[in-house]
């Protein structure tokens, strides 16, 4: 959530940069701006109704020393009069504070300086792609299909149990799935991430803490009875931690790293491009997330890049990064990194990492705070990337190493999987 001190810093400036996003509701900004105000009035009509009272019963209690009672009982209904005043200030006050937080709830992230004008994906900016893309000759086989060969993946089953957008991992498949988590897990543990075994369901408040909620997108699947969200991502349960605490400046950043399974409805997803594990409402993954300090967050994002890049080039993938244009961009990042793998077979790029800095926004609704050597009170930073969401991983490893005699095993997994091919 945006701070209206950012706001009023430049206004235009602000509204230019959420036009960067394509936000079309420009003018809650200027909305926000008028409510502060008569926030800021209302503050100061109370406070000072609150230092008359104050006043007031000072005098009362002369009056009442020097003997006039008159004096001190009429006052007294002066003072009783005052905090009806008082109170109906305080909730005129409390009304548009939250007016003023529903409308900043409303507001999306700004974007970083770097983050290129565009609209949809096509908009994106490459900022690297590995030189050699492999290419397979006509025989070469979906993942769907390979899966299906050597009794990898299951898809009819995983629909029959839950539905389409299910899967159901089997044998060297499922082996292969717990290779990955574990190759992606030491990796991090080996960065310095501390490893996290989160819930796999939150309540409102640590949804709405991420800017999961509100869930303009549907995203969310919504267990009713309990009032309790399936996590999309180990981003916000993670992320969460830390909710309504001050830090300590000597112990930023804090990198954490957990497995989880995610769940997204997808809700509109149909057609080729969504089939087998390209998109499912199911999959596993190994979040990074780190709550580092403003000044060097953006040294943090770096960082967080070159260690996905690092997975991938382990893998033996071939992947390129884009940085997200605003139109692209979530709701709630300032700058996103992402990273998509080839894959051979389907001849097209497949998403299987974001990495973003989320800047104060998260920190604003978390109340996450540090504390500096001089006891002064700063929001914190918040950044995660996907290392790595593994469906599509999958996919392409199944595609883009398949040989006459099965599919090769990157050497790096080979340990994991205690072969070198399916």
């Given amino acids: ?43 100061t009509k109370r406070d000072a109704l609150l230092a008359q009272r104050n006043e007031w019963s000072k005098k009362v209690g002369e009056f009442y020393k020097q003997g006039d009672k008159v004096g001190g009982d009429a006052l007294k209904e002066q003072i009783n009069t005052l905090k009806d005043a008082i109170s109906a200030e305080e909730d005129h006050l409390n009304t548009v504070s939250q007016q003023l937080e529903e409308v900043l709830v409303h507001l999306p992230n700004m974007p970083h300086e770097s983050v290129p004008a565009g609209h949809t994906a096509e908009d994106n900016e ?28 299951d898809f009819e089953s995983g629909a029959k149990i839950s539905g389409a957008g299910f899967v159901l991992f089997k044998g060297k498949g499922a082996m292969l799935q717990r290779a990955l988590i574990n190759f992606f897990l030491d990796e991090a543990i080996s960065a310095g991430y501390q490893e996290i075994v989160p819930p796999l369901l939150v309540n409102e408040t640590s949804a709405f803490g991420t800017g999961s909620l509100p869930d303009k997108e549907g995203q969310m699947y919504y267990v009713t009875e309990d009032d309790l969200y399936l996590i999309p991502t180990a981003e916000v349960p993670i992320t969460n931690i830390h909710r309504d605490e001050i830090l300590e400046e000597k112990d930023l950043p804090i990198k954490f790293a957990g497995y989880t399974p995610c769940f997204r409805r997808e809700a509109g997803s149909y057609g080729s491009h969504v089939r087998g594990l390209n998109r499912v409402h199911q999959f596993d993954k190994v979040e990074i997330v780190q709550v580092a300090h403003p000044e060097r967050s953006y040294e943090v994002l770096d960082e967080m890049v070159k260690h996905v890049e690092t997975l991938l080039k382990k893998l033996e993938l071939p992947y390129r990064i884009l940085r997200l244009c605003g139109g692209d961009m979530s709701f709630t990042s300032a700058l996103t990194y992402d990273f998509e793998v080839y894959s051979a077979a389907q001849k097209r790029w497949l998403e299987v990492s974001s990495v973003s800095n989320f800047e104060s926004f998260q920190t604003n609704r978390l109340k996450l705070r540090f504390k500096d050597e001089n006891n002064n009170k700063h929001l914190c930073h918040t950044l995660n990337g996907s290392a790595l969401a593994l469906a599509r991983i999958i996919a ?27």
């Avoid at 490893?397 to 205690?418: A, C, F, H, K, W």
């Fill in 1 to 43: 959530m945006l701070l209206v001190s950012d706001l009023r810093v430049d206004i235009e400036g602000a509204k230019s940069r959420l036009g960067k996003k394509n936000f079309k509701e420009i003018e809650l900004i200027d909305k926000a701006i008028s409510l502060d105000d008569e926030r800021k009035a209302s503050q």
């Fill in 126 to 153: 490459v900022v690297f792609t590995v030189k050699n893309v492999p290419e397979l000759d006509d025989q070469a086989l979906p993942h769907w299909e390979l899966a299906k060969k050597y009794d990898l993946i």
């Fill in 396 to 422: 392409c490893l199944l595609e883009n190493n398949q040989t006459e005699d099965g599919i090769r095993i990157p050497e790096v997994l080979r340990s994991y999987m205690r072969c070198d091919l399916i």
